[in-house]
């Protein structure tokens, strides 16, 4: 989530009044909330510095997704989501790609906060509207709330579970009271509330899938679809919000299709043959070899890398905790010693990768070197719960020179391994708990990750573990992540310039119990649920960066992960038939800025036939 304090823009005093507290306070109403210095954009901004606002209209493009869907309800855990049914809703406010800490208003005009944080309030734009023409009313809003947090996906609880109450405080204003600390993300975390309609909803049972076109309020509409196969959204061009400053210049494309396909090897092989426009490549092999085809030699496929400053979080291979075998934190350690990222970087991505090491990586908030006096402050009060390592050494990955020698890092895991009980019988690892030998299945979705497990598997062979990869479709694979049935899996826990209310769920003791919930490990620590409610009461942005430095040193040595690596930049590959700004946002590729130049298309059109 994007957030950080927002400058006070425009401020009033008022007078005691209903509904207000006991002594007047300074009210601060704009359109935009910001954790940082201020927003981007002032309130009369024109457009977004990364959209062409004359970018024609029109044309019909084509994307990609993997596996199948089965529900136009994203809201919920039951069913696969269609790709794209984002385009559909709509939020009170929304954030762009080049200011990561704002949220600006979308459906609100105006947000207005007090001095104290303690509520939020939105006033909704008169032409906001659903597709049917049916107003956004505050009705609306309060029912999403109360919908999403009763029946939505289990993280909307934990998301607004300090929000006390909703309420209509007006024709087109709706008001959210706080509970407890003071929150600087809060307001901006009510912002990003997807708004339903009461009416259509409230008609059906919001906690099942359904393949019934859904009523938003979008810029784009389910046009038609083949469950499982494809899906077409059609440009509404009576929109309410195509004039806002936010949305001059994108949405540009008439129609967009997403076609389905049974894996990324097979997708990539329609790419190269035309039948779909774009790709954000994330294989290093692909990128490496897959691009040298004939439409790109002869410059109809343009491929670029571009660089952003996003933090990228941790991907790493997960264990879950909740199996009895890792709650041996020695042994979650020592496998870390088996897996090699240096060899697998030079002979597996080409040297693409650099190894990832924080939960906070590319960020201000990523722990480094020993922890500061002001990280030791929050830090001692929690030492019984922490691993001693975190007050005196700088935790590192283990490291390989690369060239598949790994007998040094195995001999330290095995020193690790027999100083927790743990004992070679038959070539095989005892666990001394269970006299059980050890087995780990490695749970995939992709069987592009096949090739990075199996010399780690081969690797773990030799100090006696026994290893598996089981590779299943999409669907089975997210009921069994929901499930928490599984060993090993590969997960990328993102992160974002200002973490918030969502640690709770990557990381908090109530969310490993909760299925599926993003505390995919499992991992119950006291100091973590101390270090997560600090980073969310956090005053200011140094605290929040103190606070966040703490909890990645926790984390960093609970061994709950084996970090494996990232990279700093969007690899984008496109038919040349797109027009595109030359300022490309630091956040993101900006496709939805981007529009079909037609004398590219026709190019294009005619070197295919």
Do not use: C
Not at 208 to 218: A, K, N, R, V, Y
């Amino acid at each position: 989530m994007v957030k950080f304090f927002v400058k006070i823009l425009i401020s009033i005093t008022v007078a005691i009044g209903i509904g207000l507290p006991s002594l007047a306070q300074t009210l601060s109403s704009r359109h935009a909330l910001t954790l940082g210095d201020k927003p981007k954009y002032e309130k009369d901004f024109k457009n977004l510095d990364y959209v062409n606002p004359g970018a024609p209209k029109g044309g019909k493009i084509r994307r990609h997704s993997i596996g199948g869907f089965d529900s136009f309800n994203p809201f919920i855990i039951k069913g696969t989501p269609a790709a794209g049914i984002g385009l559909v809703f709509e939020t009170l406010t929304t954030t762009t790609e080049d200011d990561a800490l704002s949220d600006y208003g979308l459906i609100a005009e105006t947000i207005t906060t007090p001095s104290d944080l303690s509520w939020v309030e939105f006033k909704l734009r008169q032409n906001a509207r659903f597709h049917d023409g049916t107003p956004i009313n505050p009705e609306d809003v309060i029912y999403s709330f109360k919908t999403l947090t009763k029946q939505g996906r289990p993280h909307y609880r934990y998301y607004y579970s300090n929000v006390k109450k909703a309420e209509k405080t007006g024709p087109k204003t709706v008001r959210f009271h706080f509970k407890g600390k003071r929150n600087r993300e809060l307001p901006q975390i009510m912002g990003q509330l997807p708004v339903i309609s009461q009416k259509w909803w409230s008609q059906r049972n919001f906690s099942s899938t359904t393949l019934e076109i859904p009523l938003g309020s979008g810029p784009y509409k389910i046009k038609n679809f083949e469950p499982g196969r494809h899906i077409t959204y059609e440009r509404k061009k009576d929109y309410w919000g195509k004039d806002l400053p936010l949305n001059r210049g994108r949405y540009n494309f008439d129609e967009v299709r997403f076609d389905y396909y049974k894996d990324q090897s097979v997708a990539m092989e329609a790419f190269k043959a035309g039948e779909y426009d774009f790709r954000s490549e994330n294989s290093s092999k692909r990128w490496a070899k897959d691009y040298q085809f004939p439409a790109r030699r002869a410059k109809k496929v343009i491929v670029s890398e571009q660089s952003h400053t996003n933090p990228a979080g941790m991907q790493a291979f997960v264990y879950n905790l909740r199996r009895p075998k890792f709650q041996d934190k020695l042994l979650r350690e020592a496998l870390s010693y088996a897996f090699d990222f240096e060899w697998s970087n030079k002979n597996l991505f080409y040297g693409q990768y650099k190894r990832t090491r924080s939960f906070f990586q590319n960020s201000e908030l990523a722990a480094t070197g020993l922890p500061s006096p002001e990280e030791l402050e929050i830090l001692t009060p929690l030492r019984d719960h922490i691993d001693p390592r975190v007050f005196h050494q700088s935790y590192a990955p283990p490291r390989t020179s690369g060239d598949g020698r790994v007998r040094g890092n195995l001999r330290i895991a095995q020193r690790l391994l027999k100083k927790a009980g743990w004992k070679i019988e038959n070539t095989k690892l005892i666990n001394p708990k269970t006299g059980q030998p050890l087995e780990i299945e490695f749970l995939l979705v992709s069987p592009d990750f096949e090739r990075v497990v199996l010399p780690f598997i081969q690797n773990l062979k030799r100090l006696g573990v026994m290893g598996k990869i089981r590779t299943v479709d999409p669907s089975q694979y997210q009921n069994r992540i929901r499930d928490f049935d599984f060993d090993v899996i590969i997960f990328t826990f993102g992160q974002s310039n200002s973490p918030g209310n969502e640690q709770r769920d990557l990381w908090s003791s109530n969310a490993a119990t909760r299925k599926g919930s993003y505390n995919i490990s499992g991992i119950r620590n006291l100091a973590v649920d101390a270090l997560v409610d600090q980073i969310i009461s956090a005053p200011n942005r140094k605290r929040l960066v103190t606070a966040s430095r703490a909890l990645d040193r926790v984390l960093q040595w609970s061994h709950i992960v084996i970090p494996q690596w990232h990279i700093s930049a969007f690899r984008l590959a496109r038919w040349d038939k797109f027009g595109i700004s030359p300022k490309p946002p630091a956040h993101g590729p900006g496709f939805w800025s981007w529009w079909i130049d037609p004398e590219k298309e026709a190019l294009l059109r005619s070197a295919r036939k």
